[in-house]
């Protein structure tokens, strides 16, 4: 039921791009973002809902594809503050959040 | 603004012996969770509640306890901690949206526990 999360880990250079992947076996409601920074609490990023709408952070965009159940988190012109861990959280059955392993992100100047 | 706060932020254990963690949101949310956090295992869902007086299995309840008394409180309750219950566990809440989708989810600062 966890959702699968790849890549693992990325590793930037300041003004690079990212894509993290987050895939679900199960259909979903919602997918959710958050980023963790070490030792801190996780905290959140974006909601994806069925029939497109978004909310959430301004500078990161991401998609979600409701046939695969599948979602993208695209990070660009990355800063030295976007390194964290990120987890997607699916919402597979209502009110029940499923988080992935994480992605280890380290921007690095 | 304090938001969910959890209590102990750290506790260690002996095998056997019982404890429980206090999470406390001042939000008005319906929703509460409680997640462990394992080097590379991401979160994982050990029970959760959809509203006062109910409460629900997740991914691994097993060892687990928890009550839901009060709208604002969601308590975890270890009956005889073993080690494989070391730890980080957070408590998160949310609230719901006018569709459904449940809204973001605000976690606490986590609760550190170790079993000796």
């Known amino acids: 039921q966890q959702p699968v999360q790849s890549p693992q880990a990325v590793i930037l250079r300041e003004g690079e791009d990212a894509v993290i992947n987050c895939s679900s076996s199960?259909?979903?409601?919602?997918v959710h973002w958050y980023r963790q920074k070490h030792g801190e609490a996780p905290v959140f990023l974006m909601i994806?809902?069925?029939?497109?709408e978004q909310k959430g952070h301004e500078k990161i965009s991401a998609s979600f594809n409701e046939k695969k159940q599948q979602s993208s988190l695209y990070l660009t012109a990355s800063q030295l503050s976007y390194s964290g861990t990120y987890f997607c959280?699916?919402?597979?059955?209502?009110?029940?959040?499923?988080f992935g392993s994480g992605t280890k992100l380290n921007v690095k100047p | 603004n304090a938001g969910v706060t959890q209590t102990p932020k750290f506790r260690v254990l002996k095998t056997g012996q019982s404890m429980t963690l206090l999470c406390a949101q001042d939000m008005n949310h319906e929703y509460m969770y409680w997640y462990r956090q394992d080097p590379g295992m991401g979160l994982r869902l050990i029970h959760y509640?959809?509203?006062?007086?109910?409460?629900a299995k997740g991914e691994v309840p097993d060892g687990y306890n928890v009550s839901r008394l009060k709208k604002q409180n969601f308590l975890l309750g270890l009956e005889s901690a073993a080690p494989s219950q070391t730890s980080v566990y957070f408590c998160?809440?949310?609230?719901?949206?006018?569709?459904?989708?449940?809204?973001?989810?605000?976690f606490g600062e986590g609760s550190r526990l170790t079993v000796l």
């Open positions: 994806l809902l069925k029939g497109g």
């Open positions: 998160a809440s949310s609230y719901s949206t006018s569709g459904l989708n449940t809204g973001e989810l605000f």
């Open positions: 509640s959809v509203g006062e007086g109910t409460t």
């Open positions: 959280g699916t919402e597979q059955d209502f009110n029940k959040f499923y």
């Open positions: 199960k259909a979903l409601y919602s």
